[in-house]
């Protein structure tokens, strides 16, 4: 890689996609699933064992340290979970490769010579102290390189500890089986990143294995793995722990609406039994009221009846007297009438007969004349 491509890179690194304005990098983003979650989390196998032994090769997934950027930027403000993904993704292949070593270790028990058990266990205690002697070369040079001199001469001493253990063990393995058979190379699969290891290895071979870059990228994504896994169950645990305060939370608020609401209906209750019973004293009320309207009435009326009643008897008595005197007067003034009638009858008969007397007497003189 150029200068040029490592410095973009450091830039995309740090600023995320969106450093430089470019909009086509912006199309896929992180939470994209054709992004690679491992690569997010900086564990992918594929970057790690990228140009050993085992080199898998390019990822299927995109690889973009700018979404890397993007992805830190974001879980700081929430949780994505996809430290699940990529916990999935490296026990695959964890699982793959303890498959193969469980192969490997099966092909050299059918092709090494068998050993009792007792020769056996001080075999593997001489590889454990190999393991030891190399994992702390590979530590010493490490600090070496670093500058932690003193440390690194520390572990040095250690390691000549170890050297002398191994002589002793080495001694007793090779006291307990013939020289014919010692003479042949023991090989043994390393549990970590399968490879082979042998008995008689020197010192330089065992630190360039354990100090390697295909077995420090193995112990890094079984480190990588065992932390996804705790981060995975505390995030569960959490999550769980949340649900179950919300449950609590939402089931005493229940509760407490149950409670409210059996309280409502009992504050409903009483308003309406209270309305009720005001309903009822006022009916009563209005009832009393009426009742002694009526009665009122009932005596008002019987008062104006009485009354009247007497007004009627009384006024009965003066229409009879009036109707009395009234008739009376008409008798007296038809007997005046008749009286009246009898004299105009009368003097009319006495005129009428004075006319025809006169007459008489008129025409008695007029024929006595004549």
């Given at each position: 890689m150029s200068a040029q491509a490592q410095m973009r890179a450091l830039l995309d690194q740090l600023m995320g996609t969106a450093r430089d304005g470019d909009e086509t990098r912006q199309r896929v983003k992180f939470t994209d699933d054709r992004v690679c979650k491992s690569h997010l989390l900086d564990c992918?196998?594929?970057?790690?064992?990228?140009?050993?032994?085992m080199d898998l090769g390019e990822c299927t997934k995109i690889h973009d340290l700018a979404?890397?950027?993007?992805?830190?930027?974001?879980s700081k403000e929430r949780d994505l979970f996809f430290e699940l993904d990529a916990m999935d993704h490296l026990e695959s292949f964890i699982a793959e490769c303890d498959r193969r070593t469980e192969l490997a270790k099966k092909r050299l028990a059918e092709t090494q010579e068998e050993i009792s058990?007792?020769?056996?266990?001080?075999?593997?205690?001489?590889?454990?102290?190999?393991e030891d002697i190399g994992k702390l070369l590979a530590k010493a040079e490490q600090l070496g390189a670093e500058g932690n001199v003193d440390e690194s001469q520390k572990i040095l001493m250690e390691v000549e500890k170890v050297r002398a253990k191994k002589k002793e063990a080495e001694e007793e393995y090779r006291n307990s089986m013939p020289a014919s058979s010692f003479q042949q190379q023991k090989l043994r699969v390393c549990e970590v990143c399968s490879a082979?290891?042998?008995?008689?290895?020197n010192?330089?071979?065992?630190?360039?294995?354990f100090g390697g870059k295909l077995h420090l990228g193995f112990i890094q994504i079984r480190e990588k793995l065992d932390q996804l896994r705790k981060t995975v169950a505390e995030k569960q645990e959490k999550r769980n722990q949340d649900r179950l305060r919300r449950r609590?939370?939402?089931e005493r608020e229940e509760?407490?609406?149950r409670r409210s609401g059996s309280r409502n209906r009992d504050r409903r209750r009483s308003r309406s039994r209270e309305r009720r019973r005001r309903r009822s004293r006022s009916a009563s009320r209005e009832r009393r009221k009426s009742r002694s309207r009526s009665r009122e009435r009932h005596r008002r009326h019987r008062s104006r009846s009485r009354s009247h009643s007497r007004g009627h008897r009384r006024g009965s008595r003066d229409r009879s007297?009036?109707?009395?005197?009234?008739?009376?007067?008409?008798?007296?003034?038809?007997?005046?009438?008749?009286?009246?009638?009898?004299?105009?009858?009368?003097?009319?008969?006495?005129?009428?007969t004075n006319g025809k007397s006169r007459s008489k007497r008129s025409e008695e003189r007029e024929a006595g004349e004549i």
């Open positions: 992918c196998p594929h970057d790690i064992l990228a140009g050993t032994r979404l890397r950027a993007d992805y830190e930027i974001a058990a007792e020769v056996s266990a001080k075999a593997e205690k001489v590889h454990e102290l190999n082979y290891l042998g008995l008689h290895d010192d330089r071979r065992l630190a360039d294995h609590e939370e939402r509760r407490m609406g007297s009036k109707h009395k005197s009234s008739r009376d007067r008409s008798s007296r003034e038809k007997s005046r009438d008749r009286e009246r009638k009898e004299k105009s009858s009368s003097e009319r008969r006495h005129e009428s």
